[in-house]
């Protein structure tokens, strides 16, 4: 079979050295390593709170008219409803219009090309209304869609390693989407065929696993002129826990701290934010969290003495929070990344904990002349 023009062997790999931590397993770490990790850990997050850069705030933008979609139902409604608030963060920053170009990496059947498309008006009722319902197929064709799209180069590029069946794009015209099935890791922005160069793009991404992020943000920022092509970035976070040391863009982030030895036991304390049987976050939501639990120090929730200390002993609400200031710092790393790329950054908790516990919505901007 014929590669992609876009394909290009591990194009976005950073080669970023993986640091040798030499740390042992965590579960079974002496006392002193434990203790120096969760002081450290607790001074980074309060200085990145006293520094104004960790707190967040609870964002969820009213749905658009036209993503309301009465067909919707079961689990689809807290899905849709994650892509709802996505799309409306993208309205509200002024990124919604078919001059862009809409870059979806790790895609999977599309779902935030489908919001995009209806919100865009280019095409009118969601694929998946009728998969939901156990339908046969899309229920709306291209010839519902306006004229006005006939000839234009493609406005989403959906970017994929899996094969898909049900795909948003198969609801509008099939010039107006672009689906590769490629590995990000190989995915060559700059030689994508048939979209405008000149279009200004978004990249718009929903739980696009752990180092795939990575990958992602790397893809976008390869060069200068990748970069500049970009006006936003939308990348709802998922799955901490399966960061990888070389691809992560944050390190330099957590090395400044003094937290880069300990990646992989931030990466294997995040999953703790929601794996701990029986406990949750003390708080209404994780801005709540941020602002009024997350300056109080492990110490004060845990008595056992510092030279008897292992992982077992720290209670399970204790382990929860742990794993919410690691995905915190892991948050706030890609956020230095985005930064350090020239966009301004902003994370917002875009759907309550109750529709997904991974509600972090990371937002770069690039900076508009005034
Ligand atoms: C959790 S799913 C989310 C799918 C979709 N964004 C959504 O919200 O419904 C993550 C998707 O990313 C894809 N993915 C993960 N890593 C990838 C990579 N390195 N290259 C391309 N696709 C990737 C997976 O195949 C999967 O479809």
């Not at 001074?43 to 658009?64: F, K, N, Q, W």
């Not at 931030?266 to 003390?282: H, K, V």
Request: negative net charge.
């Amino acid at each position: 079979m014929e590669a992609h023009p876009a394909y290009v062997a591990d194009v976005n790999l950073p080669g970023l050295p993986a640091p040798d931590d030499g740390l042992p397993d965590l579960m079974a770490a002496p006392p002193d390593m434990i203790v120096a990790f969760l002081d450290a850990l607790d001074s980074v997050m309060v200085a990145e709170l006293d520094a104004g850069r960790a707190s967040l705030i609870y964002d969820e933008p009213e749905t658009l008219p036209s993503l309301v979609d009465d067909d919707i139902t079961g689990a689809q409604v807290k899905h849709v409803r994650q892509v709802a608030a996505i799309v409306g963060h993208v309205a509200r920053d002024g990124m919604l219009d078919t001059d862009h170009l809409y870059v979806e990496p790790g895609a999977g059947k599309g779902s935030l090309v489908d919001g995009l498309g209806r919100a865009l008006g280019v095409f009118s009722r969601s694929v998946f209304s009728k998969v939901s319902a156990g339908g046969a197929g899309p229920s709306t064709t291209s010839s519902d869609v306006g004229d006005e799209h006939a000839d234009r180069p493609p406005l989403f590029v959906l970017l994929e390693r899996e094969k898909r069946r049900w795909v948003a794009e198969r609801g509008m015209r099939r010039s107006l989407a672009l689906r590769v099935r490629i590995d990000i890791k190989d995915a060559d922005l700059a030689a994508l065929p048939d979209v405008d160069p000149t279009a200004p793009r978004v990249m718009v991404a929903k739980h696009l696993c752990g180092g795939a992020t990575d990958l992602a943000l790397y893809m976008a920022t390869r060069t200068e002129t990748l970069r500049d092509s970009f006006e936003a970035v939308y990348i709802a976070q998922c799955c901490y826990g399966k960061v990888s040391a070389d691809t992560f863009v944050g390190m330099p982030f957590l090395a400044q701290r003094g937290l880069a030895r300990y990646f992989s036991w931030i990466r294997r304390c995040s999953e703790w934010a929601i794996s701990i049987e029986g406990a949750s976050l003390d708080a209404p939501s994780l801005a709540d969290w941020l602002a009024s639990n997350a300056r109080t120090s492990w110490r004060a929730r845990c008595s056992v003495a510092d030279d008897h200390l292992t992982v077992d002993d720290l209670p399970a609400s204790l382990r929860v929070a742990i794993g919410y200031k690691a995905r915190t710092l892991i948050e706030l790393a890609r956020a230095w990344y985005l930064e350090s790329q020239g966009f301004i950054t902003r994370r917002v908790e875009y759907v309550p904990l109750c529709v997904t516990p991974q509600n972090v919505l990371l937002v770069g901007l690039r900076p508009r002349p005034t």
